[in-house]
């Protein structure tokens, strides 16, 4: 099995074709053709691909009239299936139909991305990476060295608030009321005619008490606060989910599964959606922080729609999203069982410490990738761990199935995290 990649610039458009299974180097692509070729956008290849002239044989010996660039790989076979994995579309070919292609070293195997990244924990991942590709120098501190904001005080007091579980209503208005800002933002929400409140809102007690509630105003308080601390990158996939839709989806549908768990193994319904809604808050710190590497980022993922994103930031960037985040949050105090959730996250054999949370946040992505609603290739969910959650797939897929008629819902309040303080 073959895959096309179509490439276009000012000039024409270009297809690079390599082994199926592999990542499309975009680098050597540059250095081959001297052209800054980019991905066509997947809304684009869908139509083009879709076109009913590529149906017949004539239509695609004139597709392989294209400019191609091959991968030796590809030439050691007499016959071949030749797929486009964005809208599915394959075809037969032959080694004779690549007559006319410039070989040269296109793919990359997963195995040779794993032989270059570099060895030791964490934090020692992080610091070569910032070394190598920003011109920021280590100081004593790696938090010092990033120069990353810190969360607000009320931030930190809305964290401890989600970690207590015998938290309430009565502990969280007076940390409202201090904060005018979240004061402003939490009247804004609560007036809002989504939430249709009988009557008008008159006080910030009648906002959380009448019309909110605990757990939704906690939530909202974090998703803002975090988003205020870094924002979401304008340049991000092409045709990719919303940052804050896909990560309020993750949330719910984490808690949602998470409340279905054994009560002897569930961890706490409060904590799992936290760390659903930050689940990709580490795509926030590479934009920030590898800014003039993220746009190659952003296209090498585009290019490789069938690539696990934390191995295609390996190869750009030798640190992933998973890494970052979870380093960040656990300096800012996180909960340990969010941080090393999130660490985990797609590993589905993960054992260690607070595993139930990394699988809980693992079968929640890959659901609803298959909806559509997270980035990231399409694939089933690991078996086993439906088993280590005690979770069969029919009660999974019940629970999705809910949260798909919430869909209103969850729209609305990712607007408002996207949005802070903007009635929805």
Same mark, same amino acid.
């Not at 193994?265 to 760390?275: D, T």
């Not at 808050?281 to 920030?288: C, E, I, R």
């Given at each position: 099995?073959?895959?096309?990649?179509?490439?276009?610039?000012?000039?024409?458009?270009?297809?690079?074709?390599?082994?199926?299974?592999?990542?499309?180097?975009?680098?050597?692509?540059?250095?081959?053709?001297?052209?800054?070729?980019?991905?066509?956008?997947?809304?684009? @290849?869908? &139509? /083009?691909?879709?076109?009913?002239?590529? #149906? *017949?044989?004539?239509?695609?010996?004139? %597709?392989? =009239? !294209?400019?191609?660039?091959?991968?030796?790989?590809?030439?050691?076979?007499?016959?071949?299936?030749?797929?486009?994995?964005?809208?599915?579309?394959?075809?037969?070919?032959?080694?004779?139909?690549?007559?006319?292609?410039?070989?040269?070293?296109?793919?990359?195997?997963?195995?040779?991305?794993?032989?270059?990244?570099?060895?030791?924990?964490?934090?020692?991942?992080?610091?070569?990476? @910032?070394? &190598? /590709?920003?011109?920021?120098?280590?100081? #004593? *501190?790696?938090?010092?060295?990033?120069? %990353?904001? =810190? !969360?607000?005080?009320?931030?930190?007091?809305?964290?401890?608030?989600?970690?207590?579980?015998?938290?309430?209503?009565?502990?969280?208005?007076?940390?409202?009321?201090?904060?005018?800002?979240?004061?402003?933002?939490?009247?804004?929400?609560?007036?809002?005619?989504?939430?249709?409140?009988?009557?008008?809102?008159?006080?910030?007690?009648?906002?959380?008490?009448?019309?909110?509630?605990?757990?939704?105003?906690?939530?909202?308080?974090?998703?803002?606060?975090?988003?205020?601390?870094?924002?979401?990158?304008?340049?991000?996939?092409?045709?990719?989910?919303?940052?804050?839709?896909?990560?309020?989806?993750?949330?719910?549908?984490?808690?949602?599964?998470?409340?279905?768990?054994?009560?002897?193994?569930?961890?706490?319904?409060?904590?799992?959606?936290?760390?659903?809604?930050?689940?990709?808050?580490?795509?926030?710190?590479?934009?920030?922080?590898?800014?003039?590497?993220?746009?190659?980022?952003?296209?090498?993922?585009?290019?490789?729609?069938?690539?696990?994103?934390?191995?295609?930031?390996?190869?750009?960037?030798?640190?992933?999203?998973?890494?970052?985040?979870?380093?960040?949050?656990?300096?800012?105090?996180?909960?340990?069982?969010?941080?090393?959730?999130?660490?985990?996250?797609?590993?589905?054999?993960?054992?260690?410490?607070?595993?139930?949370?990394?699988?809980?946040?693992?079968?929640?992505?890959?659901?609803?990738?298959?909806?559509?609603?997270?980035?990231?290739?399409?694939?089933?969910?690991?078996?086993?761990?439906?088993?280590?959650?005690?979770?069969?797939?029919?009660?999974?897929?019940?629970?999705?199935?809910?949260?798909?008629?919430?869909?209103?819902?969850?729209?609305?309040?990712?607007?408002?995290?996207?949005?802070?303080?903007?009635?929805?």
């Amino acid at each position: 099995m073959l895959r096309m990649v179509l490439l276009h610039d000012s000039e024409s458009k270009v297809l690079a074709i390599m082994p199926a299974q592999s990542l499309l180097n975009l680098s050597v692509v540059w250095k081959q053709t001297h052209r800054q070729l980019q991905p066509v956008r997947h809304e684009d @290849v869908c &139509r /083009f691909f879709n076109q009913d002239a590529l #149906q *017949r044989e004539a239509g695609q010996k004139k %597709l392989l =009239s !294209l400019p191609l660039l091959i991968d030796p790989q590809c030439l050691k076979h007499d016959k071949s299936e030749l797929i486009e994995l964005c809208s599915g579309f394959s075809f037969p070919v032959t080694r004779a139909d690549f007559a006319g292609a410039v070989p040269c070293q296109l793919s990359v195997t997963t195995a040779e991305i794993a032989a270059e990244q570099p060895s030791g924990d964490d934090e020692t991942v992080i610091t070569r990476a @910032v070394e &190598r /590709f920003t011109a920021l120098r280590i100081k #004593q *501190r790696l938090e010092d060295t990033l120069d %990353l904001p =810190s !969360l607000s005080p009320t931030v930190q007091q809305i964290i401890m608030l989600r970690s207590d579980p015998d938290a309430g209503v009565a502990d969280l208005v007076p940390v409202v009321k201090v904060d005018p800002s979240l004061s402003a933002q939490v009247m804004s929400w609560a007036a809002s005619p989504y939430y249709a409140a009988p009557g008008d809102v008159h006080s910030i007690d009648d906002a959380v008490i009448r019309v909110l509630g605990f757990d939704l105003v906690v939530n909202m308080a974090l998703g803002t606060g975090m988003g205020k601390v870094l924002k979401v990158p304008k340049d991000g996939p092409r045709g990719g989910t919303p940052f804050w839709l896909q990560s309020v989806y993750n949330a719910c549908l984490a808690e949602k599964l998470c409340k279905q768990m054994p009560a002897d193994i569930r961890p706490q319904p409060g904590m799992a959606y936290l760390a659903g809604l930050l689940h990709n808050f580490g795509y926030l710190v590479l934009a920030h922080l590898f800014a003039p590497q993220f746009s190659l980022l952003i296209r090498y993922i585009e290019a490789n729609p069938h690539f696990q994103l934390h191995q295609v930031e390996q190869q750009v960037l030798n640190v992933t999203r998973e890494q970052i985040g979870s380093w960040l949050l656990s300096s800012w105090a996180l909960p340990e069982a969010v941080c090393t959730g999130i660490r985990h996250q797609n590993q589905p054999g993960y054992t260690g410490e607070h595993a139930h949370m990394a699988q809980l946040l693992y079968l929640a992505n890959r659901m609803l990738r298959q909806e559509g609603l997270a980035d990231g290739p399409l694939e089933e969910p690991a078996p086993e761990v439906y088993k280590t959650l005690g979770l069969t797939p029919e009660q999974a897929r019940a629970a999705l199935d809910k949260l798909l008629t919430e869909d209103s819902a969850i729209r609305a309040l990712s607007t408002m995290l996207e949005q802070p303080g903007q009635v929805a």
